[in-house]
T-cell receptor, first 109, second 113 residues
Framework: QKEVEQNSGPLSVPEGAIASLNCTYS??????FFWYRQYSGKSPELIMS????GDKEDGRFTAQLNKASQYVSLLIRDSQPSDSATYLC?????????FGTGTSLTVIP | SAVISQKPSRDICQRGTSLTIQCQVD?????MFWYRQQPGQSLTLIAT?????????ESGFVIDKFPISRPNLTFSTLTVSNMSPEDSSIYLC??????????FGPGTRLLVL
């Protein structure tokens, strides 16, 4: 079983819709959770971090964490074509960082 | 957050040669990593660069092929030795900031002919 799993997609949503990206992790001891955005040919860029159960909002982005279900999600409201990228979920478990394989998102104008 | 730079940003190299990639951080950091990302693939951790000691390599990566230096807490180099076309990839350094969050450098795009 992989440490972090994501649906590879591709996920397509129309402009203005909500994009929902999901991630599960295997280690219940994991404490820190991150979402990175990676545009084609660029390096990953941190967009959200979350440490506690519940929701964390930052602009159009909301990260949701459910430790009991070992589940992290990222919601992007009012999706824009500029949100088209690959989104990587990452988990910090005792100073070991594990990355998912990424979900490719396309926002259709 | 930490500001990370990498040199070179891209290079085209001949088979059998070596390339050294530099990673510079604007603040002292304890943990630095080197990753490879092949086209269309996710990140693969090559090694943890340890200050003052030998790097810790992941399975499938060896020091003879990917020697790493970490002379201080703000700088590291990764050398890709005896290159083949299979080494064509993006090489990324990353740092852990304040013990929690990992930030990536801009990457080095390597093409081996």
């Amino acid at each position: 079983q992989k440490e972090v799993e994501q649906n590879s997609g591709p996920l397509s949503v129309p402009e203005g819709a909500i994009a929902s990206l999901n991630c599960t992790y295997s280690d219940r001891g994991s404490q820190s959770f991150f979402w990175y955005r990676q545009y084609s040919g660029k390096s990953p860029e941190l967009i959200m971090s979350i440490y506690s159960n519940g929701d964390k909002e930052d602009g159009r982005f909301t990260a949701q964490l459910n430790k009991a279900s070992q589940y992290v999600s990222l919601l992007i409201r009012d999706s824009q074509p500029s949100d088209s990228a690959t989104y990587l979920c990452a988990v910090n478990t005792g100073n070991q960082f594990y990355f998912g394989t990424g979900t490719s998102l396309t926002v259709i104008p | 957050s930490a500001v990370i730079s990498q040199k070179p940003s891209r290079d085209i190299c001949q088979r059998g040669t070596s390339l050294t990639i530099q990673c510079q951080v604007d603040s002292q950091v304890t943990m630095m990593f080197w990753y490879r990302q092949q086209p269309g693939q996710s990140l693969t951790l090559i090694a943890t660069a340890n200050q003052g000691s030998e790097a810790t390599y992941e399975s499938g990566f060896v020091i003879d092929k990917f020697p790493i230096s970490r002379p201080n807490l703000t700088f590291s180099t990764l050398t890709v030795s005896n290159m083949s076309p299979e080494d064509s990839s993006i090489y990324l350094c990353s740092v852990v900031w304040q013990g929690e969050t990992q930030y990536f450098g801009p990457g080095t795009r390597l093409l081996v002919l």
